[in-house]
């Protein structure tokens, strides 16, 4: 197989895909399924400070062309993921990342000096990305919040960390945010996208929404936002000084991964196909890529990262 080992903030990975933070990492169930596999990393699902139940079902639908969920954040609280973390087997087992996404700076704050206190080798994310949290908006549109929230933030964790972003639409959007995550050193990578928010699926015969919170409304991923994935990640790797991205969204086989990479992203994560397909999946697009890249005459991922030709 040709190299498809990579570095997210200083930490080696054995291969560059892992889950996306949402599928197949809840419970430490979930999680062991994720060492198990043939992925190279695994990232818990986003932890609030409290235990949550999330939006009640159905709240998560394939589709043809990919998904729609939404979840609402069900998770089993800070508390647990950090006590996974700490008796996490760093020697024997692939890097560890930690996703939190406090629902006020405060609940962020209080999360990240109790990872800092335990002093693991874990790599945290903060999730600025939530769309499907009724009443409460997505800090990655709020450009000053997002800049207050990683003022308070980045001198706090102190070492390399990285943020889940959702995707934007407008140049001017990706030069704004470039500019405020350039202003903080130690964010080492951003991982975009999350879903594409509040898409509608219906129902023809029934005539019905097909998720039940929001009156339907919900977030978008799978294959149908591949082309919005790909441009987020172009987007941030042209800007982005010193810094990285991982790239997720409509990946379905190695094409796709090997389509992220040329685009910019550093790793790749898998969300519809993983939550559709079970962590088998690792093994499959590993090959696939690996199959592209040899094709093409590619040893290891540097020798294309970030090539894409423009006309």
Known sequence: MADLSTTIAGVKLPNLLFNASGVCCQTKEDLQKMVDSESGSLITKSATFERREGN?????????????????????????????????????????????????????????EAFKAAN?????EINYSCPNVPGKPQLGYDFEGMDHSLSVLAPLIEGPFGIKLPPYF????????????????????????????NGLAIDIDTEQVMIKPKDGFGGLGGFMILNTALANVNAFYRRLKNKQVIGVGG????????????????????GTTLREEGPGVFARIKKELSDIMIAKGYKSLDDFRGKVKTL
Request: hydrophobic share 40%; proline share 5%; charged share 15%.
């Open 170 to 197: 407008d140049i001017a959007h990706f030069d704004i945010a470039a500019s405020i995550f350039n202003k903080y050193d130690n964010l080492a990578f951003v991982t975009c996208v999350n879903s594409v928010g």
């Open 251 to 270: 990946v379905t086989s190695g094409k796709e991964a090997f389509l992220h990479v040329l685009a910019g992203a550093s790793a790749v994560q898998i």
């Open 120 to 124: 693991l080798p874990c790599v945290l």
């Open 56 to 112: 009640p079902s159905p709240r998560y639908v394939p589709l043809s062309n990919g998904s729609i969920n939404s979840m609402g954040l069900p998770n089993e609280g800070y508390a647990y993921y950090l006590d996974y973390a700490k008796n996490y087997d760093y020697q024997s087992n692939k890097p560890l990342f930690v996703s939190l996404s406090g629902l006020s700076l405060e609940d962020n704050v209080k999360m990240i």
